[in-house]
């Protein structure tokens, strides 16, 4: 009974239920819905919230109440820049990519500068370089939207590559793999633990912890540039408040993947079920027909049943 | 350095100190600034995010966040006006019984936020974030869309005056109040505790989820009044009223000069950081900028103006 019930709380184990008893109401309610095309699109939607949360995981397990409320002005940003760096050619798509990635990259190192030279609170530098990052955005732009998709990055995000599958899927999982191996195979991620857990423990241990801070910022700031280029993929065109959307579900992704705001623990498998859950549960209500308002009350609730099954901080003890 | 233990402890000098320097730049920029009406105005402005400031310095003592404030004030706007329409008369008593149940709303949703926050113990950011989601699913269930007047006795006697002094100056001088009177309570000693370490206070036997339960309520009951006043400016209702708020607000906590990891700050802090965040947003409107730059360079020195705050609390 105590292994069940352990095993329940487990937050992969959590996650992965969630999936299936979503996938089983979408398909109560409209038949149809848990099959391999809606499936595949679905899988689009969470690989987009899968790779801009990818860099949040790690900030957040970096610890020192790490996180990045700046990602949403950064995927803009990215989308912006692809978009006019492309402007609909598709020999453009990498000078695209390199573009968005390594401006967005560039801000992020200046967070994490921000956060270990300055020593400003994670939440108030990326707040505020949000605001800044939205001030660039209505000047770059100036207030219209422009840019647009190369056709085949909108193939590439949208159309079955291979096995029915779009080509940014391929990405995900590559980007998984990666995260994957940096978290759990080299001597960094033991350091980002490390240092997430104790950070004292860990710069006493050699851990060059705010040249690694820094790094995590960067990348953060870097998956969310690369996010945007997805984004304009997915729809073709952008509009300089297009990132917003993402900024807390991309951190309600990494806990409900089992990741502690706290800092230290979690990978990012965890946040890959957590992206998937959270794109269902939005599909699953938008296919329940409900008006606007209903929508809302059942996603704000299902969130707090969610966090209530795990997520939930140390009881205090004398 | 004699400044800087001079300063130790009392932030919000600095704070004042760059809210002169900004309102003599916007005095040389704006030569109209000192006339009534235009202070009046302006005063209009910032009052509801002074009132959002001060209730979010409550729960940052106590160490945690409200991100749900602004949806706070998108609700308790729509349920105000929509009880003084249900009551149908345009008179006194039933703007007062719309008052009365949109402060009752706020205290209700802060209640909600500290009953998850700290009996239930999820994470503050989280948690009052999917509560912002659920406060403004119901003010759209509540008033599907923007509408509903306010009757004039309302709007009216915000804009009017009282004493030979605006409305708006009387709430103000009531906020700075009601600052004073929590400051000089023990509550804002225990909020502070809790908040500073808070494995210790629970072992020194404070009773730190109803100190943590209180901080949200202060919240909503500020963020309520901050819907009340805003009502009054807009005379309407409008479910997605608030927006930015919340950000807003812990900007201004932050600039203030209260610590983020809860522990240390005052509420006059807020105060003066929400009134430099307005004022910022003034110098730049005249100082002539091309439109395009505006965002950037409010954006630019808010951030500045962040950091230093950070920098400055921790010497």
Redesign the interface.
């Given at each position: 009974m105590e292994r069940f019930r352990r095993l329940l709380t487990e937050p992969l184990v959590l996650a992965s239920l969630a999936i299936l008893v979503l996938l089983g109401v979408g398909e109560f309610l409209s038949p149809g819905f848990a099959r391999g095309g809606q499936i595949a699109r679905i899988l689009t939607v969470s690989a987009i919230l899968g790779l801009v949360s990818a860099g949040q995981a790690l900030v957040v397990i970096g610890g020192r109440?790490g996180?990045d409320?700046s990602v949403g002005a950064l995927i803009s940003l990215g989308a912006l820049v692809a978009g006019n760096v492309m402007s609909g050619e598709n020999g453009a798509i990498f000078s695209a990519i390199l573009a968005a990635g390594g401006l967005a990259f560039v801000i992020g190192l200046v967070n994490g500068m921000?956060v270990t030279l300055?020593?400003?609170?994670p939440?108030?530098?990326t707040?505020?370089?949000?605001?800044?990052?939205?001030?660039?955005l209505?000047?770059l732009s100036?207030?219209i939207p422009s840019g647009n998709a190369a056709p085949a990055l909108m193939t590439f995000i949208n159309r079955p590559l291979v096995f029915g599958l779009p080509g940014v899927l391929f990405v995900w999982a590559l980007v998984a793999l990666a995260m994957w191996f940096i978290l759990r195979r080299t001597a960094l991620g033991y350091a980002i633990y490390a240092m997430g857990a104790n950070e004292r423990a860990a710069r006493l241990c050699g851990v060059r912890t705010g040249l690694v801070r820094t790094l995590l910022y960067g990348l953060s700031g870097l998956m969310a540039g690369l996010t945007g280029v997805c984004v304009i993929g997915y729809t073709g065109n952008s509009f300089i408040s297009v990132g917003d959307q993402y900024v807390?579900p991309s951190?309600?992704a990494v806990?409900i993947g089992g990741v502690s705001?706290a800092g230290g623990t979690g990978g990012y498998f965890g946040v890959v079920l957590g992206a998937i859950a959270l794109t269902l549960l939005q599909s699953v209500l938008t296919t329940l027909q409900l008006?606007?308002?209903?929508?809302?009350?059942i996603?704000?609730?299902v969130?707090?049943g969610l966090?209530?099954l795990y997520?939930?901080?140390?009881?205090?003890?004398? | 350095m004699t400044l800087a233990n001079a300063l130790k402890g009392r932030v919000w000098l600095v704070t004042l100190a760059a809210l002169i320097v900004l309102v003599i730049v916007n005095a040389y920029l704006q030569s109209n600034l000192f006339t009534p009406r235009v202070l009046k105005s302006n005063l209009t402005v910032f009052l509801p995010l002074v009132l959002i400031a001060v209730g979010q310095t409550y729960v940052i003592l106590a160490g945690d966040?409200d991100?749900s404030v602004g949806a706070i004030v998108a609700l308790v706007n729509v349920v105000t006006v929509t009880v003084i329409a249900g009551i149908g008369t345009e008179d006194a008593a039933a703007v007062l019984a719309g008052i009365l149940a949109g402060l009752a709303t706020g205290v209700a949703c802060g209640l909600f936020n500290g009953f998850?926050v700290a009996a239930?113990?999820?994470?503050p950011?989280?948690?009052t974030?999917?509560?912002?989601?659920?406060f403004?699913?119901?003010?759209?269930?509540v008033l599907?869309t923007a509408g509903l007047p306010v009757p004039a006795p309302y709007w009216r006697t915000y804009a009017g005056g009282l004493f030979a002094l605006p409305v708006v100056l009387w709430i103000f001088i009531a906020v700075l109040i009601a600052v004073g009177i929590l400051g000089a309570r023990p509550f804002l000693r225990h909020l502070t505790a809790v908040g500073g370490h808070?494995?210790a206070a629970?072992?020194t036997g404070l009773a730190?989820t109803r100190v943590r339960i209180g901080g949200y309520v202060l919240a909503a009951l500020f963020s309520a009044v901050a819907s009340l006043c805003l009502t009054g400016e807009t005379a309407s209702g409008d479910p997605l009223m608030g927006g930015s708020l919340a950000?807003g607000s812990?900007?201004a906590v932050?600039l203030g000069g209260t610590a983020?990891?809860g522990g240390s700050g005052s509420a006059f802090g807020s105060v003066l950081g929400a009134l430099v965040i307005g004022m910022i947003g003034n110098v730049i409107f005249f100082a002539g900028l091309p439109f395009?730059?505006?965002?950037?360079?409010?954006?630019?020195i808010?951030?500045a103006a962040?950091?230093g705050g950070?920098?400055i609390a921790?010497r």
């Open positions: 109440e996180i409320l921000g300055v020593r400003i609170p939440l108030v530098m707040l505020g370089m949000m605001g800044v990052i939205q001030g660039g209505v000047v100036r207030g807390l951190v309600i806990v705001l008006e606007f308002w209903g929508r809302q009350l996603f704000g609730a969130l707090l966090m209530l997520g939930r901080t140390k009881r205090l003890r004398v | 966040i991100l998850l239930l113990r999820l994470q950011i989280v948690a974030f999917a509560t912002g989601i659920l403004s699913g119901i003010a759209l269930r599907p808070r494995a629970f072992q730190v950000l812990v900007s932050v983020l990891s395009e730059y505006q965002t950037l360079v409010k954006g630019v808010t951030l962040l950091a950070v920098v921790r």
